[in-house]
């Protein structure tokens, strides 16, 4: 028995008691692992062990419960793979405890069976205080690298070699091994394809990108025929906070499956727990026929078809430089094993995503594009807050406001998580910045936005914030020069079908009229009221 002296209550959540031990003394206190209040437990406690031996399955993950076999079935037949690609195809890492634990006994188990991790987990925001939205909620207050010689390099000829193995790059990878081009893709990491927020939708300004939309939907359906994507069909929720909005959304339910929505209806049409207190939205579009998938089982899936065509993929991959002599590209690669290898062909697509301007600056080519940097969040699980019962749909507010164009998130079905986005007013100030970093404005704006929203999310702990770059500022898709770039984002709702376009048009199959217009001479296809 003991006597509570003191309890010391400490701002960071650890707090500390000081107990008298009346009846244990000297080498004994050392055993002494916790007490309990008397009052509480009049009765002496007869203990049991927690935990009982049984054979079963190896945890690797246990805030996700991942296996030992989950990740092998993953990793296949290869002696390397990047824990990124793990974590975005598993889930081991992505929980609360980020990967503190999980990533090395993982590596322990891989080791023992000849396989090696490359790369290490990056930190994710908030770390060791998970933080509720309510916290973040804003005061109120006033209103080239270039080698010369390279005749030592070991020269392979391929018929065909994407440099990116992101969505877009992956996609021109199965299609082209499909059309029995034998591509090589080559790719370094994983970049903004694994980085965004698994949403795609048919609700575009123009009716050229809505129809593409709508084909890369069907191909997303046919992929989770196949395979597990986690996808499932949702609702894209524009609301509209002024009349030039409004219009705009209203317009486009002529080639669209929409339907426009008043302000009084919005708990009945979007969730049961939306606020009636706002006066912010006039009313809002709400277009059918969206989805939503895992960005990371999304590529996964479509390189193994490429492989299972015969492609090839040579992963942690640099590509240094490109060159071209009469019509052959000549790639330069410096591979997983630190050695110079130039890839040879005839076929050569850029698909680098927030790197490819040097690769074509390096080719005599002036694309103009930049990355800008956009942030995302996702929270804890949650119980289904849509209609219905359902998962929440994709809201999206698209007005000007404290420095943002557009908030936006929906809830993973599969988890219950709410993921999240915040696009800049201005691309320039967030052009090319470090994409570890998120920034104060950030957390509060979506603060503001989702608890204006529902109330209720005010309590709900942020579990990880990131960023990933918008290659700006238009789609560029040429076969001619190789460039399947400039996705601005929209790759998860575009790139499948576009990427099956190019190389219809590669192998002189007929394709849609507007595809020509997707050239870097070309005028384009540019989405501005619904970016």
């Not at 509480?40 to 190896?58: C, M, R, V």
């Not at 395979?227 to 524009?238: A, E, F, L, P």
């Amino acid at each position: 028995e003991g006597i509570v002296e003191k309890v010391l209550h400490k701002p960071n959540k650890t707090n500390i008691s000081r107990v008298k031990a009346l009846d244990v003394h000297g080498e004994d206190l050392v055993k002494v692992r916790g007490f309990v209040v008397k009052e509480n437990y009049p009765e002496s406690l007869d203990l049991e062990p927690l935990l009982k031996d049984q054979p079963g399955a190896t945890f690797i993950c246990h805030c996700d419960d991942v296996t030992l076999d989950d990740v092998l079935k993953v990793v296949g037949d290869r002696t390397f793979i990047s824990i990124d690609e793990i974590k975005h195809t598993t889930r081991l890492g992505m929980g609360p405890c980020r990967g503190k634990r999980c990533i090395p006994r993982l590596k322990t188990a891989l080791r023992a069976k000849g396989i090696e991790i490359v790369g290490d987990a990056t930190p994710r925001a908030p770390l060791s205080n998970q933080l509720n939205l309510g916290e973040l909620y804003p005061p109120k207050r006033g209103d080239e690298h270039r080698v010369a010689n390279r005749s030592d390099f070991k020269k392979i000829e391929v018929g065909a070699l994407i440099a990116g193995g992101g969505i877009a790059g992956s996609a021109l990878f199965r299609y082209m091994a499909d059309s029995g081009l034998n591509p090589v893709l080559v790719n370094a990491d994983r970049g903004s394809s694994w980085r965004n927020i698994g949403g795609g939708r048919t609700a575009f300004s123009l009716p050229e990108l809505a129809e593409i939309a709508e084909h890369n939907h069907t191909i997303f359906k046919e992929l989770q025929k196949m395979s597990n994507i986690d996808y499932k069909t949702t609702r894209y929720i524009n609301l509209a906070h002024d009349e030039a909005t409004f219009n705009a959304l209203d317009a486009s339910r002529a080639w669209s499956d929409a339907y426009m929505v008043d302000p009084k209806n919005f708990q009945k049409e979007i969730s049961p727990y939306f606020s009636t207190k706002s006066k912010r939205y006039l009313g809002a579009l709400i277009t059918n026929n969206c989805w939503q998938a895992t960005p990371g089982k999304v590529v996964d899936l479509i390189r193994n078809m490429g492989i299972s065509s015969g492609g090839r993929i040579v992963e942690d991959c640099k590509v240094l430089e490109v060159m071209k002599e009469g019509s052959t590209y000549c790639i330069l690669v410096l591979t997983h094993d630190k050695k110079y290898v130039e890839f040879r062909t005839e076929i050569f697509v850029n698909a680098l995503g927030a790197g490819a301007g040097k690769i074509c600056e390096g080719l005599g080519i002036h694309a103009g594009l930049y990355p800008v940097r956009h942030q995302a969040f996702i929270t804890r699980r949650l119980p289904m807050l849509g209609k219905n019962g359902d998962s929440l749909d994709m809201l999206i507010d698209r007005q000007e406001y404290k420095g943002f164009s557009a908030v936006y998130g929906q809830q993973l079905v599969h988890t219950g998580q709410i993921i999240g986005c915040a696009s800049p007013r201005v691309d320039a100030l967030r052009t090319d910045k470090n994409l570890i970093l998120n920034t104060k404005e950030f957390m509060e704006i979506i603060s503001e936005f989702f608890v204006d929203w529902m109330p209720e999310l005010a309590g709900v702990s942020i579990q990880a914030t990131w960023s990933g770059y918008y290659t700006e500022p238009r789609y560029i898709v040429d076969p001619e020069l190789g460039l399947f770039v400039g996705m601005r984002g929209h790759g998860f709702m575009l790139s499948q079908y576009l990427a099956k376009m190019y190389v219809d048009k590669l192998m002189g199959r007929p394709v849609p009229e507007y595809f020509d217009r997707l050239k870097l001479n070309g005028p384009g296809l540019s989405e501005k009221a619904f970016k």
